[in-house]
């Protein structure tokens, strides 16, 4: 329930101001500063970047709660890839355990 509650505040968000809902799911990073060009330029075009880049992380983020890695993604504000990689990892062994070579 609260997911549907997060998704529905972040549509309202992208339908007055995409820009705004984008650096929530993102982080300030290159999709953000694309979104806020294309929102300067046209609005249009800002919507639906926006609602691609919605979908594309609720999706992205049921796969990671099913067990599937995806695809890894460094901007993500979360840290939804990192929980994704995670799910490859041993219970016993942590990714900075690892011993350096």
């Keep these: 329930m ?3 509650i997060y998704r529905c505040f972040l549509t309202c968000i992208n339908i ?3 820009p705004l809902a984008v650096m929530m799911l ?9 979104n806020c060009c294309l929102f300067l330029l ?3 075009p800002s919507h ?5 880049i919605s979908c594309t992380y609720f ?14 993604c460094n901007r993500c504000a979360d840290g939804l890839i ?6 490859d990892t041993p219970a016993d062994q942590s990714p900075s355990s690892s011993p350096r070579t």
Aim: charged share 25%.
């Design 16 to 18: 007055f101001f995409p």
């Design 82 to 87: 990192a929980r994704s990689k995670r799910v």
């Design 26 to 34: 993102t982080g300030m990073g290159w999709d953000t500063m694309m």
């Design 48 to 52: 639906v970047h926006g609602f691609y």
């Design 2 to 4: 609260r997911a549907l």
């Design 59 to 72: 999706h992205r983020r049921h796969k990671v709660k099913r067990g599937f890695n995806t695809v890894v």
């Design 42 to 44: 046209a609005v249009i």
